[in-house]
């Protein structure tokens, strides 16, 4: 409704999507305070890791010798062993929904924005004011924790 | 040795020594074509001449595409309804 409210303060400075995003997460906010639900800081930022925290797990890799952080267990394409099919069925649509889900909230809005509504970098920061770098760490952190809950799913790790 | 060792000596020789570990973080900036010149180098050749990297970008690609395609969630249908009413009723006050 703010949005068909506010539809005449519209400048046509950003596209309509950026915009009706803007309102919503604004709205969001405002309720936030309104209803009194504080967040501690801590609890937003917990569990996203830290920024050089590895985004793979690090038993994936040799721990020794010359090949040392090369894939000791490498990631099995998906496609050839098992059809993609199964992720596009319903239950790998609802698995994919969960592991959207269970990210952090800041991880979950830049992932949901990005890759499930489809906008482009730019929008995304502008609404949620991040910087492009910045953006970029948690869309990767978001995307490597996605790819794999697909992967646990997909169960499939070749062993050399 | 394997093949892939192999490869990857020869890889380590030329472009110096990227692991895979290293790789798989550089992902995002790779497809957000955010690279410069000789890392994107770098990039693509490790790429060439790794598997388990190769598979792992399919994958990260294939995650991507498949959260392109989830189905939107329409509002449920009372919310869809006072919608409509609320926005007819707009109409009329500003007619």
Known sequence: ?160 | MTREDIKIYVLDYLAGRLTCKEWVEMVTNYLEGTMSFLPRLRFHLHLGMCLGCRNYLKQVRQTIRLMGELPRQSPPQEIQAELVRRFRSLKTLSN
């Open chain 1, 1 to 160: 409704m703010g949005v068909l409210e506010g539809l005449d303060r519209f400048e046509g400075r950003s596209s309509l999507k950026t915009w009706i995003f803007s309102i919503l997460t604004n709205k969001a906010k405002t309720r936030g305070v309104r209803e009194r639900r504080c967040i501690p800081v801590s609890s937003l930022v917990a569990d996203e890791g830290d920024h050089d925290e590895p985004t793979v797990d690090p038993s994936r890799f040799q721990s020794s010798g010359h090949w040392q952080d090369y894939w000791s267990a490498y990631p099995e394409t998906w496609d050839e062993n098992t059809p993609e099919k199964r992720l596009l069925g319903q239950e790998g649509a609802a698995l994919l929904g969960q592991a959207i889900e269970a990210l952090p909230p800041r991880l979950k809005q830049i992932i949901v924005m990005r890759d499930v509504e489809g906008l482009e970098s730019q929008e995304v920061c502008a609404i949620l004011s991040v910087s492009e770098a910045n953006q970029r760490v948690l869309l990767h952190r978001a995307r490597a924790r996605v790819r794999q809950a697909l992967e646990d799913y997909m169960g499939r790790t070749k062993r050399k």
